[in-house]
């Protein structure tokens, strides 16, 4: 039996957004944009309700990047920020890095700066750092960040931030959520439309 075009395309669109599956509950703040203030009490952020404060008044807080001259870490007891084997302090991850229960991840540390060397952060670069928090749930979420580091250290902006919305679940950094079957049939009706 022949499929029509139409046909065929459901069927690629279907096989592509199964395939896709593993990465279709990847919740992505990609518009983020935090600055981070040189202070003390630095910024406290709700990464499941998009909110954030300058206090641990701040309802639901999962994260705490703060420091007037260091970029200091604060969690919630239990979680916190991904600390990279042989490192004192949070890691500066490499995409693709996957943030699960393998990991260490610290409630209270500092990001380590030297220049050059995988694992440290970098000035005037973007920085991926990975982290684990309670989310709504009651239960423990995977995430990661990517925050853009200025030429000093009090300089920063967390430009986006990803979780795995299933608790227990590793994350990938860099993962973001995949292309639904709507998107790719799209896609695939605009290509068509080129080609005539």
Do not use: C
């Amino acid at each position: 039996m022949r499929f029509s075009r139409l046909a065929r395309h459901l069927a690629l669109a279907a096989t592509a957004a199964t395939a896709s599956v593993a990465s279709a509950d990847v919740v992505h703040w990609a518009d983020a944009n935090l600055v981070i203030p040189a202070t003390f009490a630095g910024l406290y952020i709700n990464v499941e309700a998009r909110t954030t404060g300058s206090s641990k008044s701040l309802a639901g807080w999962d994260i705490n990047p703060y420091g007037a001259g260091s970029l200091l870490w604060y969690s919630p007891m239990g979680e916190g920020v991904l600390q990279l084997p042989k490192y004192t302090g949070a890691g500066s991850l490499a995409l693709g890095y996957v943030v699960d229960a393998s990991g260490t991840f610290l409630d209270d540390t500092t990001s380590e700066f030297v220049e050059g060397f995988d694992g440290f952060w970098q000035y005037n670069a973007s920085n991926y750092f990975g982290f684990s928090f309670m989310a709504s749930d009651g239960a423990l979420h995977y995430a990661w960040g990517r925050m853009v580091v200025g030429a000093t250290e009090s300089n920063r902006v967390i430009a986006e931030i990803a979780y795995e919305s299933e608790a227990g679940v590793g994350i990938a950094v860099g993962a973001v959520p995949a292309p639904g079957a709507i998107a790719l049939l799209a896609l695939a009706g605009l290509s068509r439309r080129s080609r005539r």
